[in-house]
């Protein structure tokens, strides 16, 4: 079972950033695609950013141009690099990986939180205004 901590959260200030980082330790992590999650106070859990084995990326609408997710398989690390942070990120983040084990990801399955299998505890980013 893949095991999977998040790092990196904290308070920042409107327009400041943040990286967050996923430390997984399962033997499949660089064989499935990985994503990160949100959830803020009194909302559903929503898509964040996805990469896939074979490196393909997608982000939501919310986040796109200001985000970057990115993957390191030989350390077994997943990576959210925030800029221009906004209020409306408040959330708890959180990273995933699919149970699948395949090269290519569509946006679709990504974005699907039943496409994943293990999650990590999650890390608080609150962003002032």
């Known amino acids: 079972q893949a095991q999977l901590v998040e790092s990196g959260g904290g308070l920042v200030q409107a327009g400041g950033s943040l990286r967050l980082s996923c430390a997984g330790s399962?033997?499949?992590?660089?064989?499935?695609?990985m994503g990160w999650f949100r959830q803020a106070p009194g909302k559903e859990r929503e898509f964040v950013a996805g990469?896939?084995?074979?490196?393909?990326?997608y982000y939501s609408d919310s986040v796109k141009g200001r985000f970057t997710i990115s993957r390191d398989n030989a350390k077994k690390t997943l990576s959210l690099q925030m800029n221009s942070l906004k209020p409306d990120d408040t959330a708890i983040y959180y990273c995933a990986q699919t149970s699948r084990i395949a090269f290519f990801a569509s946006r679709d399955h990504l974005a699907d939180q039943r496409s994943y299998a293990a999650w990590g505890q999650g890390t608080q980013v609150t962003v002032s205004s």
């Open positions: 399962g033997r499949t992590f660089g064989e499935t695609a």
């Open positions: 990469i896939s084995r074979g490196g393909e990326i």
